[in-house]
């Protein structure tokens, strides 16, 4: 069975600042990857996916993760946060061949301060 | 908005009790999933239909039962409720073929009191 670890329940940075959310993934077979996030009080929103092909992977409001076998790890970043990025990322991962469901991580709040 | 609609959006009952959530999915989605977010277990998958039929299950315990209706909406059923049941519950509907994404509906707030 596959599973996802997000290390960091929070991260907080500064507005325009850098960001990277980590997560690593375990599985036996391969997997394809996603990134969602959940503003509050709404449902979940794709951010971004990794299926196959290039590993750099580029979503909405300018966030980018990469796929990284050998590390078992699809981090997310973006250059520069805003404000409204404030919410929480969650990480989630399907296997191949073993239907669409999603096993997901258990979140990362993303605090961004002025 | 993501196109998927869930009702109720609160719901409050008491322990023994029966509940029906039901969801929408987007227009000419065939899969309906289900998932349950609380803060104990976070995020997980209970159960997905397609077209009608079951097609995969999770997590979900016997007390609980779901279906999907010819015109594609689903309901979720929980009986005999616990107060571990409080939970948000989310129901995604997706597009036939391989890793679709997965369209979020706002979820059901359910308190178990």
């Known amino acids: 069975a596959q599973s996802v670890t997000q290390l960091d329940s929070q991260v907080p940075v500064f507005e325009e600042a850098p960001v990277e959310l980590r997560c690593n993934y375990s599985?036996?077979?391969?997997?394809?990857l996603f990134w969602y996030v959940q503003y509050p009080n709404q449902g979940l929103q794709l951010l971004l996916k990794?299926?196959?092909?290039?590993?750099l992977v580029k979503g909405i409001n300018g966030f980018e993760a990469e796929f990284n076998k050998s590390q078992t790890s699809f981090h997310l970043r973006k250059p520069s946060v805003h404000i409204s990025d404030t919410a929480e990322y969650f990480c989630?991962?399907?296997?191949?061949?073993?239907?669409?469901?999603?096993?997901f991580g258990t979140g990362t709040q993303l605090k961004v301060e002025l | 908005d993501s196109g998927v609609t869930q009702t109720p959006k609160h719901l409050i009952t008491a322990t023994g009790q029966r509940v029906t959530l039901r969801c929408s999915p987007r227009?000419?989605?065939?899969?309906v999933y289900w998932y349950q977010q609380s803060l104990d277990q976070g995020l997980q998958f209970l159960i997905q239909?397609?077209?009608?039929?079951?097609?995969a299950k999770g997590n979900i315990l016997e007390r609980f039962s779901a279906q999907q209706f010819p015109d594609l909406h689903s309901e979720l059923n929980l009986s005999s409720l616990e107060l571990g049941d409080s939970a948000l519950y989310f129901c995604?509907?997706?597009?036939?073929?391989?890793?679709?994404?997965?369209?979020f509906g706002p979820g059901t707030r359910l308190l178990v009191l």
């Open positions: 995604a509907s997706s597009a036939v073929g391989l890793q679709e994404t997965q369209y």
């Open positions: 990794y299926l196959s092909g290039s590993t």
């Open positions: 599985s036996s077979v391969s997997v394809y």
């Open positions: 227009s000419g989605d065939l899969s």
């Open positions: 989630a991962v399907s296997e191949q061949g073993g239907g669409n469901k999603l096993t």
């Open positions: 239909y397609y077209n009608g039929e079951e097609r």
